[in-house]
């Protein structure tokens, strides 16, 4: 079903697991990621940025997603990652999608609170989910660059304060972790974590997943994480593939012939992932 972050988060927690939200970096790998999750027995959540979603087309994004919900049978969020113009955000409400993050993270508190209301305010009147942020996530993800000394970390008292005065649906938490970082991983504060997770009552997000630790994942989603943002690892696997594949390929060979590996590549990343995220061995121990 073509559904909500809303939805699917509502489900999460009562199971305990986290729903991966995978960047699609282009539409040749939308196809396989939706695959993945469908062979995984788990939702979905497609995220692309603003700049990805114009380059394709909002309505292209739309149209697969929803073919394919329906086709392989698999719930699909459909979401809007790190905008920060209401346009942008507006654009991609009214042309489909189901699930919109407005980033304030930059804003002072109470600008962040007054604009990112806006933004719920009509989402949710169009049935479309809302995803903020407080704290500021490091490194840099669509030329927004985030350095060491210029993280903040999410303050629980201003949490509280910004769930009740927006309303938003999910809330993304700066913990320690960084977008772009793949060759090496982050320590996440599982402290801080657990006080805004006993502080608040909605979902939280981790950004810049690719950069933590898998053995820390549980952890984290036991402390109320889940959505759980992973972009950069499947960029650097589809790239480098991709590098194989065109160095090795006579120029009049399909072009399916050097994508369809790129696209595996992907695929497989995605569904080792969502096996962590269904954090199956602590569902496990809580039937029993």
């Not at 990621?33 to 062979?39: D, L, Q, S």
């Not at 009740?164 to 913990?175: E, N």
């Not at 065109?246 to 060979?253: A, G, I, L, P």
Request: proline letters at 2%; a negative charge; aromatic letters at 6%.
């Amino acid at each position: 079903m073509y559904t909500t972050l809303k939805e699917v988060t509502s489900r999460a927690e009562e199971l305990n697991y986290t729903v991966g939200a995978f960047n699609a970096h282009n539409l040749e790998m939308l196809p396989d990621m939706i695959r993945a999750a469908k062979e995984q027995g788990s939702p979905i959540i497609i995220q692309t940025s603003i700049d990805t979603a114009k380059y394709i087309g909002h309505e292209n994004f739309v149209a697969v997603c929803k073919s394919m919900a329906t086709k392989e049978m698999v719930d699909v969020v459909l979401h809007l990652d790190h905008a920060r113009n209401f346009d942008d955000i507006k654009e991609a409400i009214d042309k489909g999608y189901t699930s919109v993050m407005f980033d304030g993270s930059h804003l002072p508190l109470k600008e962040n609170i007054m604009k990112t209301r806006a933004v719920v305010e009509y989402a949710h009147k169009h049935g479309v989910s809302v995803e903020g942020e407080l704290g500021t996530i490091g490194g840099t993800e669509e030329g927004i660059h985030v350095g060491e000394d210029d993280k903040v970390y999410t303050d629980p008292k201003d949490a509280v304060e910004f769930v009740k005065a927006t309303r938003v649906d999910a809330l993304a938490v700066a913990i320690g972790t960084n977008h772009g970082q793949y060759k090496s991983k982050t320590e996440v504060n599982l402290p801080l974590l657990k006080e805004i997770n006993a502080a608040v009552d909605v979902p939280l997000v981790i950004h810049g997943g690719t950069g933590v630790n898998e053995h820390d994942i549980q952890e984290l989603i036991n402390n109320g994480i889940r959505k759980f943002n992973v972009g950069t690892e499947l960029l650097v696997a589809w790239t480098r593939k991709a590098k194989e594949t065109f160095e090795e390929t006579k120029e009049t060979k399909s072009l399916r012939h050097n994508i369809i590996p790129c696209n595996q590549a992907v695929k497989e990343i995605v569904k080792h992932k969502i096996t962590i995220f269904m954090n199956v061995e602590d569902r496990t121990l809580a039937l029993r």
